[in-house]
């Protein structure tokens, strides 16, 4: 199995939109890893994670083909993770495809919009919740309760195939006891896991900074959920955290785990 990050930035990506700050004007001057397209990823090739306004740039940059989908998984309905106008582009007089490629698996707040915003919507949408599996062809996905909005089932993604495992968890904080617990019955070769808030302690309890991912690494080693062979990769990197790529590096290094950028791929 292996995992594409396609975008590795937070809401308004890395230049922000208009962000005035440090990051974003390292990341004007000089590119590279720097450059944060808002949060998705692709398992396979085949199972896409969020739906950003950015995705069809991240496609055309990687040279991957929208076709080849079979499932588009929602984390939550968050904007930078449902760009609900642009999933139309999928339907005829865009697309000719008489067979309409992909299920959409989301929890009800994300399926509630779609089908607002689409109606006559023709593809299947499968409404999914927090510790509850669900099977797509090979794949056995188990979505887990994340800390992010107080009245919505945002999720983490656990995503299994041919005995290799991982967690993706983007927008949440530090997880509810639940989560934890849950998670005790896995271990995982690659956990994927967010870093909004860099150097920066904020008050919103929905988002890891670098030392809240180091907390919850810390405790999954611990429980043995993560051992000496998982990798753990960040993503979701805002520039109000005041890290650029090589300060992630810098301080992450030592515990290994790895900052994730846009199109890094990840084979486990
Ligand atoms: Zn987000």
Redesign the pocket.
Same mark, same amino acid.
């Given at each position: 199995m292996n995992i594409r990050l396609l975008g590795t930035g &937070? &809401?308004d990506g890395i230049p922000g939109f208009f962000g005035n700050d440090m990051v974003s004007d390292y990341a004007r001057h000089h590119g590279g890893k720097d450059i944060r397209g808002? =949060?998705a990823a692709l398992v396979d090739d085949v199972l896409q994670i969020d739906f950003p306004p950015d995705t069809l740039s991240q496609l055309n940059r990687f040279s991957l083909d929208a076709r080849d989908w079979s499932a588009v998984l929602f984390t939550h309905s !968050?904007d !930078? +993770?449902l760009a609900v106008d642009e999933i139309q582009y999928a339907l005829f007089p865009f697309s000719e495809l008489e067979y309409l490629p992909y299920t959409i698996y989301a929890n009800p707040n994300v399926c509630g919009e779609i089908q607002a915003r689409y109606p006559h919507w023709p593809m299947d949408i499968v409404v999914t919740e927090s510790f509850h599996s669900f099977a797509h062809g090979d794949y056995q996905i188990m979505p887990v309760k994340a800390t992010h909005i107080e009245d919505e089932d945002c999720q983490n993604l656990i995503i299994e195939k041919d005995g290799k495992r991982l967690l993706y968890a =983007? !927008?949440t904080g530090i997880w509810p006891e639940q989560t934890f617990e849950f998670l005790k019955a896995y271990r995982f070769d690659l956990l994927v896991i967010e870093c =909004?808030d860099g150097f920066v302690q904020s008050t919103y309890n929905g988002h890891l900074n670098i030392e809240g991912v180091l907390q919850v690494v810390t405790r999954l080693r611990h429980d043995g959920i993560l051992d000496t062979k998982s990798r753990v990769v960040t993503t +979701?990197h805002g520039h109000h955290g005041n890290a650029r790529h090589c300060d992630l590096e810098r301080v992450f290094a030592e515990h290994g785990i790895e900052p994730g950028y846009d199109g890094m791929l990840i084979e486990i």
């Amino acid at each position: 199995m292996n995992i594409r990050l396609l975008g590795t930035g &937070a &809401a308004d990506g890395i230049p922000g939109f208009f962000g005035n700050d440090m990051v974003s004007d390292y990341a004007r001057h000089h590119g590279g890893k720097d450059i944060r397209g808002r =949060t998705a990823a692709l398992v396979d090739d085949v199972l896409q994670i969020d739906f950003p306004p950015d995705t069809l740039s991240q496609l055309n940059r990687f040279s991957l083909d929208a076709r080849d989908w079979s499932a588009v998984l929602f984390t939550h309905s !968050d904007d !930078d +993770h449902l760009a609900v106008d642009e999933i139309q582009y999928a339907l005829f007089p865009f697309s000719e495809l008489e067979y309409l490629p992909y299920t959409i698996y989301a929890n009800p707040n994300v399926c509630g919009e779609i089908q607002a915003r689409y109606p006559h919507w023709p593809m299947d949408i499968v409404v999914t919740e927090s510790f509850h599996s669900f099977a797509h062809g090979d794949y056995q996905i188990m979505p887990v309760k994340a800390t992010h909005i107080e009245d919505e089932d945002c999720q983490n993604l656990i995503i299994e195939k041919d005995g290799k495992r991982l967690l993706y968890a =983007t !927008d949440t904080g530090i997880w509810p006891e639940q989560t934890f617990e849950f998670l005790k019955a896995y271990r995982f070769d690659l956990l994927v896991i967010e870093c =909004t808030d860099g150097f920066v302690q904020s008050t919103y309890n929905g988002h890891l900074n670098i030392e809240g991912v180091l907390q919850v690494v810390t405790r999954l080693r611990h429980d043995g959920i993560l051992d000496t062979k998982s990798r753990v990769v960040t993503t +979701h990197h805002g520039h109000h955290g005041n890290a650029r790529h090589c300060d992630l590096e810098r301080v992450f290094a030592e515990h290994g785990i790895e900052p994730g950028y846009d199109g890094m791929l990840i084979e486990i």
